[in-house]
């Protein structure tokens, strides 16, 4: 049976982020494009928990990475878990759709 990665200390969490890289760097190279992208996601997974939760907080407004027109503002938090929207430049909200992402995915606080 699979651990969670919330069960994983912070070597082990290193181990896992370096094999699953490999993988997916074999999958790219085979062309293996779902393959690669689930590989991907779970990397990112397993960054967030090397991160602390208490260093991102509700009411702020982040970057993300890899999307550099719009920024997330979060609602709260869950966990690893950050919830709320994207907003364009000017501070818009793009999607009344609630949305949660890891939060090895957010950069730089905004402001």
Not at 49 to 63: H, K, R, S
Request: no cysteine; hydrophobic share 35%.
């Amino acid at each position: 049976m699979e651990r969670r990665y919330s069960e994983f200390n912070e070597r082990e969490l290193r181990e896992e982020i370096a094999q699953l890289t490999e993988k997916a760097q074999k999958a790219e190279q085979l062309g293996m494009v779902n393959e690669y992208a689930v590989h991907e996601r779970k990397i990112i997974m397993a960054k967030s928990y090397m991160l602390d939760p208490n260093d991102f907080a509700a009411g702020e407004v982040y970057q993300i990475d890899g999307d550099y027109s719009h920024t997330f503002f979060i609602q709260y938090m869950n966990g690893v878990f950050a919830w709320g929207y994207r907003q364009n430049q000017k501070g818009s909200k793009i999607s009344e759709e609630e949305e949660a992402l890891p939060i090895s995915m957010l950069g730089q606080k905004v402001k």
